[in-house]
């Protein structure tokens, strides 16, 4: 079932990117634009389960040099269900093994009529050399331990879709912050919207360096959790760490993992998140991630709907350019 295009009226004349590279550069009043169309979507087509056509004969390519689950298929679905039509790209299938470098494979992606290219890669910085190199839109899916916008602005609706306003919640994120490009996008959303955020792991994950953004470092996490109103449990990420930070997993899951216990020394509606793939055990015992504090799927659901909201806002911008 497809709803009615005039229900959804031109993008924001305050909305003026064609791209969308992270949210450091971003503006609240930007911010706050990509979460209320997010909203709107959600609310216009039933929680993003049917079509807004209003992108009908726009093409997205996913070029995604690193593996996904929830972001590829999430951008998939948003595009078709605003009515354009996607092209799926996996590196091991594709020339780059042969030699092509991911620029010029993203140029001849263009070359065949793509209006928006949604980009993971492990090199910090690749979807904004190819936003300086491609005439199409271009949104950052995630580039190595830099940022991945989307799933910071999912995250950031998610909680104030449960709280009302980000605005004087004390949000934690918890895990591997050095590694971690959703801890990035999350600290510069949630702190331009009024957060205060505490950075929490093993010392060897959380340098004191990060007090230089205006966060709070700590590395107990017993002791912030009665302080906290979100609790974000991030994943280690292992395949980014060219050494062990910490003994062993089941040390980190001593100190650090949501179980049943620790929530008990939170408060009563604690909200808690996770960006996902999570590992059961490690960062988050399964019945915390499964339980009535859990926000994870929603989280997840957020995203079609964050994901719809930017690439709406993008296309339209590059097609105001063009009038």
């Not at 009302?164 to 004390?170: F, L, V």
């Not at 915390?288 to 799927?297: F, M, Q, T, Y």
């Amino acid at each position: 079932m497809s709803i009615d295009v005039s229900e959804i009226g031109p993008i924001p004349a305050a909305w003026t990117r064609r791209h969308l590279l992270g949210l450091e550069d971003l503006s609240v009043e930007e911010l706050n634009l990509i979460l209320d169309a997010a909203e709107m979507f959600k609310e216009a087509t039933g929680g993003c389960t049917q079509k807004i056509p209003v992108l009908t004969g726009r093409t997205c390519a996913n070029l995604f040099f690193e593996n996904s689950t929830r972001t590829r298929t999430s951008f998939s679905l948003a595009m078709r269900r605003l009515g354009g039509d996607t092209v799926d790209f996996t590196a091991s299938s594709s020339s780059t093994s042969k030699g092509e470098t991911t620029l010029d494979t993203a140029r001849n992606i263009e070359a065949m009529g793509v209006q928006v290219v949604v980009c993971r890669h492990r090199t910090p910085g690749t979807p904004h050399l190819l936003s300086k190199n491609l005439n199409c839109s271009v949104i950052n899916a995630g580039d190595g331990a830099h940022e991945h916008p989307t799933q910071g602005l999912l995250d950031i609706l998610t909680i104030r879709q449960k709280r009302g306003s980000i605005a004087g919640q004390t949000v934690a994120l918890v895990g591997d912050i050095q590694f971690s490009r959703t801890a990035r996008s999350n600290i510069w959303g949630l702190k331009k919207l009024g957060a205060h955020v505490i950075v929490c792991g093993p010392a060897t994950l959380v340098s004191p360096l990060w007090r230089e953004l205006g966060v709070e470092v700590s590395h107990n996490l017993d002791e912030i959790l009665p302080r906290c109103d979100v609790l974000n449990l991030l994943r280690i990420q292992f395949e980014r760490q060219s050494t062990r930070p910490f003994p062993s997993v089941r040390e980190y899951a001593h100190l650090y993992s949501m179980n049943r216990e620790r929530l008990e020394k939170t408060k009563g509606n604690v909200l808690v998140l996770a960006p996902g793939p999570i590992n059961r055990g490690v960062e988050i015992a399964t019945d915390v991630a499964d339980g009535p504090h859990s926000a994870i799927l929603e989280q997840v659901t957020n995203g079609l709907a964050v994901r719809m909201a930017v690439l709406w806002l993008v296309c339209g911008a590059s097609a105001r350019e063009l009038e």
